[in-house]
């Protein structure tokens, strides 16, 4: 079942997609996913039931983030788990979910967090900075 336990606070700085991307660019909208929603985005993308359970399961706190501008709209997911190995555990199923829709998986995790991008990047040399920058929250 998914746990009652409060979550962790996890933000996404106001100015990330004009650090990153430069003028025009906005983090145009923000809120948080949750460990149930999680769940069922792995499901939907080919993850077993106890699979997707599993790796949900040790969820702490989450934000999705719009990041919008002139080139496009690059979404951003910054996930913070209980554990280095809940962390690792989500890593595992999330690579093959994006995969599953049609996405090069953009990743990275340090301890406790995994970030994602999904989206056409202006210049995908931008992408270590923007992974570094979720990373870092």
């Not at 650090?19 to 792995?42: I, K």
């Not at 949900?56 to 080139?71: N, Q, T, V």
């Not at 690792?88 to 093959?96: K, L, V």
Request: hydrophobic share 45%.
């Amino acid at each position: 079942s998914v746990s009652s336990e409060e979550p962790i606070a996890v933000s996404l700085p106001a100015d990330l997609a004009s650090d990153v991307f430069g003028p025009g660019w906005a983090l145009e909208a923000q809120d948080p996913l949750g460990e149930l929603q999680l769940r069922v985005w792995l499901r939907e993308h080919g993850a077993t039931g106890d699979v997707a359970r599993q790796a949900a399961e040790g969820w702490g706190g989450d934000r999705i983030g719009l990041l919008g501008g002139p080139a496009g709209d690059v979404v951003v997911i910054e996930t913070a788990w209980d554990s280095e190995a809940d962390a690792a555990e989500f890593r595992r199923a999330a690579g093959p979910a994006l995969t599953a829709m049609g996405l090069v998986p953009r990743m990275d995790s340090s301890g406790r967090h995994v970030a994602i991008v999904i989206g056409s990047l202006p210049d995908g040399r931008m992408l270590p900075g923007l992974l570094e920058l979720l990373l870092r929250g």
